[in-house]
């Protein structure tokens, strides 16, 4: 992370000389800015990740304890009523930390039936058959 960061940084220090030399132009400038930008990004990035490995350890460690997992701080708790981070909430056991909330991504959909419960379909067995005929015509020509 920081070598991300002090990579970005040195981008846009370089792109800042290139945009006060004669052949600097807007778009070095906008280089220059974009790139401390993308250095911050790494850090957050980073930041949350850190942050995300220690909650879920907690978790972990609360679970294997037999204990109610504690509520996260931040903004998913409630807004309108002030709490002290590790608050114990009245939620079951089984509920896990996660950074996408519930509902957020579509369903999936359901598992295909097993093949043996396909309905049969004669065209489809011919069409098996041709293609099992096919390729045992193959076989034998390779052998020949």
């Given at each position: 992370m920081v070598i991300a960061a002090a990579a970005c940084l040195a981008l846009g220090w370089w792109q800042w000389?290139?945009?006060e030399s004669s052949a600097g132009s807007a778009r070095n400038l906008g280089y220059a800015m974009q790139?401390?930008?993308?250095?911050?990004?790494?850090?957050?990035?980073?930041?949350?990740?850190?942050?995300?490995?220690?909650?879920?350890?907690?978790?972990?460690?609360?679970?294997?304890?037999?204990?109610?997992?504690?509520?996260?701080?931040?903004?998913a708790s409630d807004a309108g009523a002030p709490r002290a981070a590790g608050v114990r909430t009245t939620e079951p056991s089984s509920a896990t930390l996660t950074a996408i909330p519930e509902g957020f991504l579509p369903s999936r959909a359901p598992a295909p039936s097993a093949p043996d419960a396909a309905p049969d379909d004669p065209a489809h067995d011919e069409y098996n058959r041709l293609l099992a005929e096919l390729a045992g015509s193959e076989h034998t020509e390779e052998t020949k």
């Open positions: 000389g290139r945009f790139w401390p930008l993308f250095a911050v990004a790494f850090v957050w990035g980073y930041k949350r990740f850190v942050q995300l490995e220690d909650e879920a350890e907690l978790q972990d460690r609360l679970v294997a304890e037999g204990e109610d997992p504690v509520e996260p701080p931040g903004p």
